[in-house]
């Protein structure tokens, strides 16, 4: 009696078997080539969703594949364990971060090894143990020293009912998220990555990593924005201090008529007379409860304040009025913006709201400007005017002769500049990793000494959501003595950013288990760069921009030797249900778990890996799961129903093939060529399942099957489940052990095409005549030139063709077609 698929009872079996023998353990001891596969771990949420299933799914493809090619495969896991969630967990459930988080952690591990994943678990790692964060601290310590960790004034996001820092995305509608108080812009202390230092080599290795998706490339490229253009000096009246502008568009320097500061600019007070205190005053306390991405929006209401001083635009010698401008930002350029009203259009509408001077400065070729009849900003090229001793010059070629003039005169310099800003890393939160300094009223600023690394996160906290960081109300953590005087100081209270931990994990997981340090170099360099990295196209700037901007400081701090931490990037697609990405929100939630439960993990990694390309968004269907329940109780049943048969065949010879037998072969051959191009080329693991469902269609077409078709049959059923074991590993476990082999699957190459075997014995041919296809032939492999001529003008379908013209020539495409010139 034929045995019945049980998902449950193979899948339990075989895991327990991988991690009891930790078939997928690594060392840096082998003699094969290594493979560093990665994809971005998760942060310890509860519960894994689909799009956690279709990104691991993916990554355990690429993992199994390449062990079967004769890697050594690093595939680790682990858990972006700190963050703002676990606190707010804390103070809805009255519970600790730290208890809901490894509580989450230990029911996403079970929920992953049901997955049956090929991870090496011996180096798992979380990043709120202290063993990790201990080592991050020691980095910072090594950053300080080289000035690549600093501390200055900036604005912030802050919640005044929460009493702390949001994060952009944490601002809704200019609203608090948790509280829906208004959120204002105040400047804090903060901690800083000097990242900018580096600026020129992140962009620079953009050009350098043809694995990664231009995409990506572009919106990196984008976010350093490198600008070449001109430093230019507006001299002040009353003031000894130049207001200082960038500008890629010097040629409209003529055309300046006014300047505009962001609100934050530190000369915001000074430059503000008696008079106009009150207004501007005012002004700046609105735009601090203005969200910054509202400020740049092109729909948003530009609206500014004169501050009754006035700068010398140093070409024209015009007195301009300063203005503070709510679509300045201070962290974009220098936070001044030389207004050209009638070359810019937010300048445009500024100047049309207050009544300030319109200059033209560039015309349209053969046309003529008027400033009272604008409708709108002439932002194009075109030729100088009203511009002096550029007058008549195309406005691209002025740029360059202006710079010149600018720097001739002391009143500018060419330079580039760069929209990256520092990364500021100061969070007011508990559950993140302490800052290791001390404020001492004496020494200042003192590093905590090495030798009392870590500085723990004190358990002994009580969350209310209210007031700030509870850290900086525990006296037992703040107050300490200083390292240098003695004297009583301060421990800081913020905490970093959680991106920073996720800059490095990659790094740590190649010596999870070293004491001597963050990293152990001989180890780590094995192993790095991570030669294949997976998730979701919304990491494309911060995470991946954080975790390059890392990796070369580890490597200058010496720790590290490569310069670039992933090799190739695939970004994978959202999991869609109707219309929608999932979301609890929209209730088209697919758990999992339920999946699981009725299928089996074959079948959820068989349905996320075949429904659609890795890079493109899935769309969720229950027949798609359905579909590939049915097909793996096909492939099931027929390996059952041909076991007594193969297990009885004698060894195959080629050469005493039947022509159906031959054929069978065939279709074999190819589809191991397919599926190994399709995974190892192009990552597209849906044809290469469609070739392999197409396969046993095949297979279970050969009815005929007689004992001395045995061998051939053999071959097939064997290949068949080699070539699915990357995509369905515990069904094929199971078949290849039913099928009498000693050897586990983990442990079996991938099959090799016989290139003789592909080889078509027949091909079809397109006939054309004059280019339009008029019939099909079938002719023998190897056909010569001459003769498939011969054929194709004696083909019954041709002939009618060929009656009273004259065939000029016939040309032939070997394997595809024949064309017959007439006329």
């Not at 690594?26 to 990104?55: A, C, Q, W």
């Not at 608090?176 to 992140?202: G, M, N, P």
Request: net charge negative.
């Amino acid at each position: 009696m034929e045995q019945k698929y049980n998902p449950t009872a193979i899948e339990q079996k075989w895991q327990q078997q991988w991690e009891e023998q930790s078939t997928f353990a690594v060392t840096e001891t082998s003699d094969k080539p290594k493979y560093y596969l990665l994809e971005m771990f998760p942060y310890p949420s509860g519960r894994i969703h689909m799009g956690h299933v279709r990104n691991y799914s993916i990554g355990d493809v690429v993992g199994r594949f390449k062990r079967m090619r004769g890697f050594n495969v690093l595939h680790p896991m682990g858990w972006d364990a700190f963050g703002m969630p676990a606190e707010n967990a804390a103070i809805q459930n009255k519970s600790h971060p730290a208890k809901w988080t490894h509580e989450n952690i230990d029911y996403m591990r079970g929920q992953l090894k049901k997955m049956g994943l090929s991870y090496d678990w011996k180096r798992e790692l979380a990043t709120c143990d202290v063993e990790y964060y201990r080592w991050e601290q020691k980095i910072f310590l090594e950053m300080l020293a080289k000035h690549l960790a600093y501390k200055k004034t900036s604005f912030v996001n802050w919640c005044p009912k929460c009493e702390t820092v949001l994060a952009n995305e944490q601002v809704e509608d200019g609203s608090c998220w948790r509280c829906d108080s208004d959120v204002q812009q105040k400047e804090l202390d903060q901690w800083f990555f000097r990242i900018t230092h580096y600026a020129e080599e992140l962009l620079d290795f953009t050009d350098k990593l043809p694995g990664w998706p231009e995409r990506v490339l572009v919106m990196q490229r984008n976010w350093i924005g490198k600008s070449f253009g001109c430093e230019i000096d507006f001299p002040l009246e009353g003031h000894p201090v130049p207001i200082k502008v960038f500008t890629t568009r010097q040629d409209t320097l003529y055309g300046a008529t006014f300047m505009s500061l962001a609100p934050e600019h530190r000369l915001a007070h000074a430059l503000t007379t008696t008079d106009r205190k009150e207004e501007v005053e005012r002004f700046i306390e609105k735009v601090k409860t203005t969200e910054r991405g509202k400020r740049t929006a092109d729909d948003y209401e530009k609206e500014g304040v004169f501050t009754g001083s006035y700068c010398i635009n140093p070409l024209t010698k015009a007195r301009m009025p300063i203005y503070l401008a709510n679509f300045v930002l201070m962290d974009y350029g220098t936070g001044a913006v030389m207004a050209v009203p009638t070359h810019d259009q937010r300048d445009f509408e500024f100047a049309k709201k207050y009544d300030l001077p319109l200059r033209v400065v560039i015309q349209p070729e053969g046309e003529t400007l008027d400033p009272a009849t604008m409708a709108a900003a002439y932002t194009e090229p075109g030729v100088m005017v009203n511009s002096d001793r550029f007058d008549g010059l195309n406005s691209e070629v002025a740029k360059d002769a202006i710079a010149a003039y600018l720097q001739e005169t002391g009143s500018g310099k060419t330079t580039a500049t760069f929209r990256l800003r520092d990364w500021g890393i100061s969070r007011q939160r508990y559950w993140g990793n302490p800052i290791p300094v001390i404020y001492c009223d004496v020494c200042g600023v003192v590093p905590v000494p090495e030798k009392d690394l870590p500085v723990r996160l004190p358990m002994d906290v009580e969350f209310t959501g209210e007031g700030g960081s509870p850290l900086a109300k525990l006296e037992s953590f703040i107050n300490v003595p200083c390292p240098k005087c003695g004297t009583a100081a301060r421990r800081e209270t913020d905490t970093m950013d959680t991106f920073v931990q996720s800059s490095w994990y990659f790094l740590r997981y190649c010596c999870p288990d070293f004491l001597g340090g963050p990293l152990d170099r001989e180890r780590v360099d094995y192993w790095m760069s991570v030669d294949q990295y997976i998730g979701g196209i919304e990491h494309a700037v911060l995470h991946l921009l954080y975790a390059r901007f890392f990796t070369k400081v580890l490597r200058d701090l010496g720790h590290i030797s490569c310069s670039e931490p992933f090799t190739n990037l695939l970004t994978q697609g959202m999991v869609i249900k109707d219309g929608a990405k999932m979301s609890k929100s929209k209730g088209n939630v697919v758990d999992p778990n339920s999946l699981i439960d009725r299928y089996g993990s074959d079948t959820a990694r068989l349905f996320s890996l075949f429904a659609a390309p890795p890079e493109k968004d899935l769309d969720w269907n229950d027949q798609g799961v359905e579909g590939s329940f049915r097909f793996l109780n096909r492939v099931w049943k027929l390996v059952h129903e041909r076991l007594e048969l193969v297990k009885n065949a004698k060894p195959l010879s080629v050469d005493a093939l039947t022509g159906d037998e031959r054929s069978l072969r065939r279709a074999v051959h190819k589809t191991i060529k397919k599926v190994t191009e399709d995974i190892e080329e192009r990552f597209h693991f849906n044809t290469a399942i469609a070739a392999v469902m197409e396969l046993l269609n095949v297979l279970q077409a050969a009815e005929s099957a007689t004992p001395q078709a045995g061998p051939v049959m053999k071959e097939a059923l064997e290949s068949m489940i080699l070539l699915l074991a990357p995509f369905v590993p515990h069904i094929s476990e199971e078949l290849w052990q039913q099928l009498g082999q000693g050897t586990a699957l983990s442990e079996t190459a991938w099959p090799v095409f016989d290139t003789a075997a592909v080889v078509d014995d027949e091909i079809l041919m397109v006939v054309q005549v004059n280019g339009k296809l008029r019939s099909k032939i079938t002719v023998a492999a190897g056909t010569d030139e001459e003769q498939l001529k011969a054929i194709a003008l004696a083909d019954d379908k041709i002939q009618p063709f060929l009656q009273g013209v004259q065939v000029r020539k016939v040309i032939c495409v070997q394997g595809k077609l024949v064309n017959i010139v007439v006329g």
